[in-house]
């Protein structure tokens, strides 16, 4: 089981300037110093780069296009293995209703119980009817990650409303919440801590340089 308080999430894509597995352990090893008590990671590589660094659990992803279908993060079986070989504690994929590239949700969650029983399970969704499936499907963790970042909730984030999509979560499943997505400040990592969230996930506000560089030189600009 994941530890509660603050998972970083130490990634970055191919035409990010920080792409480099040797780049993400060392990130994971700064985040673990800094008193994280778990890491999100992207590829098999990454993950297990980070695992030579740090003993803390990790919650793989693999991100991959596929064509025909905007489901990007772990969308089939093929991402799902190399996640396994990974060794990685816990597997997230992306359980909103878009369209899959190749098997249906319920099918890749039982492949995961059969071919690793022992790694966890973390949903990635959007909206409260996606949190209620995952929950039906029986994943560990639900996380509100894509919430803003699919087209039918496009315009909403995390935080507005002093976080009531996360609260409505909160009641909706028995499944452990993890926040994730536009978590983006200390006092509102305190804030969804203090809502009852197993864990937070934050990425962008602490291992993405060149988004946080724009965010002070926007400042000036508005």
């Known amino acids: 089981m994941l530890p509660q308080g603050l998972i970083v999430s130490c990634q970055a894509l191919p035409d990010e300037p920080l792409h480099s597995s040797f780049i993400m352990s060392k990130m994971a090893l700064a985040a673990y110093q800094g008193g994280a008590v778990g890491i999100r990671a992207n590829t098999k590589e990454d993950i297990q780069a980070i695992q030579q660094e740090v003993d803390l659990p990790i919650i793989g992803i693999v991100k991959r296009d596929y064509e025909g279908s905007k489901v990007f993060i772990t969308a089939t079986s093929q991402e799902v293995d190399e996640l396994i070989e990974s060794g990685c504690e816990v597997i997230a994929l992306d359980a909103t209703t878009q369209t899959r590239p190749k098997e249906s949700l319920s099918e890749l969650v039982a492949y995961i119980r059969e071919h690793a029983p022992n790694v966890e399970l973390m949903a990635d969704i959007s909206t409260l009817e996606e949190a209620k499936q995952a929950d039906e499907l029986g994943f560990d963790y639900i996380g509100t990650t894509l919430r803003g970042y699919t087209d039918y909730t496009k315009g909403h984030i995390l935080y507005e409303d002093n976080f009531q999509f996360l609260k409505d979560v909160l009641e909706a499943v028995d499944a452990k919440v993890i926040a994730e997505g536009n978590v983006i400040t200390p006092e509102m990592f305190e804030t969804v801590s203090n ?11 602490i291992t993405r340089p060149k988004e946080i560089t724009q965010r002070f030189v926007n400042a000036l600009k508005s």
């Open 195 to 205: 809502l009852g969230v197993h864990c937070t996930v934050v990425g962008g506000a």
